[in-house]
């Protein structure tokens, strides 16, 4: 299922937050791995922590609720 444009902005905001905030085990993946690998595993992680956050509350919120 195809998930609503205003989505789109909902993502970034936590994926950011993660980013820059860097919560357990972002800043210790980042420290332990040097140079561009470290900086790229980085932005990974903080976007499977968007996703699960995104996912957890559209569970909770019933807003892309099946038919």
Same mark, same amino acid.
Not at 4 to 21: G, K, M, Q, V
Not at 26 to 42: F, P, Q, T, Y
């Given at each position: 299922?195809?998930?609503?444009?205003?989505?789109?902005?909902?993502?970034?905001?936590?994926?950011?937050?993660? @980013?820059? *905030?860097?919560?357990?085990?972002?800043? !210790?993946?980042? &420290?332990?791995?040097?140079?561009? /690998? +470290? =900086?790229?595993?980085? @932005?990974? *992680?903080?976007?499977?922590?968007?996703? !699960?956050?995104? &996912?957890?509350?559209?569970?909770? /919120? +019933? =807003?892309?609720?099946?038919?």
């Amino acid at each position: 299922m195809k998930s609503p444009d205003y989505w789109s902005p909902l993502w970034d905001c936590p994926l950011t937050a993660f @980013d820059i *905030l860097k919560p357990f085990p972002i800043r !210790l993946l980042e &420290r332990k791995i040097s140079g561009g /690998s +470290g =900086i790229v595993l980085d @932005d990974v *992680l903080a976007g499977v922590y968007a996703n !699960l956050t995104l &996912r957890f509350v559209i569970a909770i /919120s +019933g =807003i892309l609720s099946s038919r």
